[in-house]
């Protein structure tokens, strides 16, 4: 456990993982719980691996009941399940697919190409108020992102910095919705954390952490966000109404390098999934740390928690942390 602040004493000793599912035959690099369709709680749980299949876990008899080859000797780098039935896949250099999980074996039912970007930004979709879907995709180049329209299959536009050599690669892209806003938040390699306007590719507001950044995230109730590094630095950064983005504090922490973070729903605690293979929560009001979670042998690839209570689980939200060990964990804490 972490012990250069008292508050890391808070819990003095970690539960240990409520289950650990196996079954992956390479490194898990991405982990979703799959929306429940009619029952109340989840029942299943879908990962993506560095060799490109893709596996589903009935989470009553804690068994694989799906798993094919997604993206072909290609990493996974994201995995969403927006409304029952569907899946999406993002495959590192490759390409995006919407799957139709409804049949077996799942057929791609649309597919998004992945344009000259080598790096590992995972691609972020949301929601319009008219019932359309807009999917943010790494690439044209290292530091691009292109919006696409899901319902007309239509590319929008490409965001492009106009001092892209200085920005290096992008690093990650996240969607923000709030205020009435739906608009892509962007980190680069130069520590620039950018909110843009895709309706007319132009800047809206930035700020920038003194470290690479790897992955972020962001609650959009509380309008908060979490910047994990290369480094032991970590960055928590705000965006008020007016669109402006700002650095609010710093935390650090033991070992270098956060490779996933995540809020929880409802932003009371948000999680880093570290290379010293770690499970970092921590208190979102007052980023005070609150557990270290030690169960991994190898680094913790990514993180996500449940919307809602997960059947044969317990009460709460569920932690799930997909490791390059192979195993997933899922975690029942600070549910009371």
Same mark, same amino acid.
């Given at each position: 456990?972490?012990?250069?602040?008292?508050?890391?004493?808070?819990?003095?000793?970690?539960?240990?993982?409520?289950?650990?599912?196996?079954?992956?035959?390479?490194?898990?690099?991405? %982990?979703?719980?799959?929306?429940?369709?009619?029952?109340?709680?989840?029942?299943?749980?879908?990962?993506?691996?560095?060799?490109?299949?893709?596996?589903?876990?009935?989470?009553?008899?804690?068994?694989?009941?799906?798993?094919?080859?997604?993206?072909?000797?290609?990493?996974?780098?994201?995995?969403?399940?927006?409304?029952?039935?569907?899946?999406?896949?993002?495959?590192?250099?490759?390409?995006?697919?919407?799957?139709?999980?409804?049949?077996?074996?799942?057929?791609?039912?649309?597919?998004?190409?992945?344009?000259?970007?080598?790096?590992?930004?995972?691609?972020?979709?949301?929601?319009?108020?008219?019932?359309?879907?807009?999917?943010?995709?790494?690439?044209?180049?290292?530091?691009?992102?292109?919006?696409?329209?899901?319902?007309?299959?239509?590319?929008?536009?490409?965001?492009?910095?106009?001092?892209?050599?200085?920005?290096?690669?992008?690093?990650?892209?996240?969607?923000?919705?709030?205020?009435?806003?739906?608009?892509?938040?962007?980190?680069?390699?130069?520590?620039?954390?950018?909110?843009?306007?895709?309706?007319?590719?132009?800047?809206?507001?930035?700020?920038?952490?003194?470290?690479?950044?790897?992955?972020?995230?962001?609650?959009?109730?509380?309008?908060?966000?979490? %910047?994990?590094?290369? &480094?032991?630095?970590?960055?928590?950064?705000?965006?008020?109404?007016?669109?402006? %983005?700002?650095?609010?504090?710093?935390?650090?922490?033991?070992?270098?390098?956060? &490779?996933?973070?995540?809020?929880?729903?409802?932003?009371?605690?948000?999680?880093?999934?570290?290379?010293?293979?770690?499970?970092?929560?921590?208190? &979102?009001?007052?980023?005070?740390?609150?557990?270290?979670?030690?169960?991994?042998?190898?680094?913790?690839?990514?993180?996500?928690?449940?919307?809602?209570?997960?059947?044969?689980?317990?009460?709460?939200?569920?932690?799930?942390?997909? &490791?390059?060990?192979?195993?997933?964990?899922?975690?029942?804490?600070?549910?009371?």
């Amino acid at each position: 456990m972490e012990r250069h602040s008292k508050a890391n004493r808070i819990m003095t000793s970690p539960p240990d993982p409520v289950f650990v599912l196996r079954g992956a035959s390479a490194p898990v690099t991405s %982990v979703t719980f799959l929306e429940y369709d009619g029952t109340g709680k989840i029942q299943r749980i879908a990962a993506g691996t560095q060799e490109g299949q893709v596996f589903i876990w009935d989470l009553k008899t804690r068994s694989i009941v799906c798993k094919w080859s997604g993206h072909p000797g290609s990493s996974i780098v994201w995995i969403h399940n927006p409304v029952p039935g569907k899946l999406w896949t993002q495959g590192r250099h490759d390409s995006i697919k919407l799957w139709d999980i409804t049949i077996s074996p799942p057929e791609a039912e649309s597919q998004y190409p992945i344009v000259d970007y080598l790096g590992f930004s995972q691609c972020s979709l949301t929601c319009l108020p008219n019932g359309n879907s807009l999917l943010a995709v790494p690439g044209p180049d290292q530091v691009g992102v292109t919006v696409w329209d899901t319902k007309t299959k239509y590319k929008i536009c490409s965001l492009v910095p106009q001092d892209a050599k200085s920005r290096g690669s992008l690093m990650q892209v996240i969607w923000l919705n709030f205020a009435e806003h739906i608009q892509p938040l962007i980190a680069y390699e130069s520590g620039h954390i950018s909110l843009w306007d895709w309706s007319n590719t132009s800047l809206i507001s930035e700020s920038r952490v003194n470290d690479n950044p790897i992955c972020i995230s962001f609650h959009n109730d509380s309008k908060t966000g979490i %910047v994990g590094t290369a &480094s032991e630095k970590v960055f928590v950064f705000r965006i008020d109404n007016n669109m402006s %983005v700002t650095i609010d504090k710093e935390i650090q922490i033991t070992n270098p390098g956060v &490779s996933s973070c995540i809020t929880r729903p409802d932003g009371k605690i948000f999680a880093l999934g570290g290379w010293d293979s770690r499970i970092r929560l921590f208190s &979102s009001k007052k980023c005070k740390p609150l557990a270290v979670l030690q169960y991994h042998k190898k680094t913790v690839e990514c993180l996500t928690f449940s919307k809602c209570d997960v059947e044969h689980y317990g009460f709460g939200y569920i932690l799930a942390a997909g &490791s390059s060990d192979h195993g997933i964990s899922l975690w029942n804490i600070f549910n009371t």
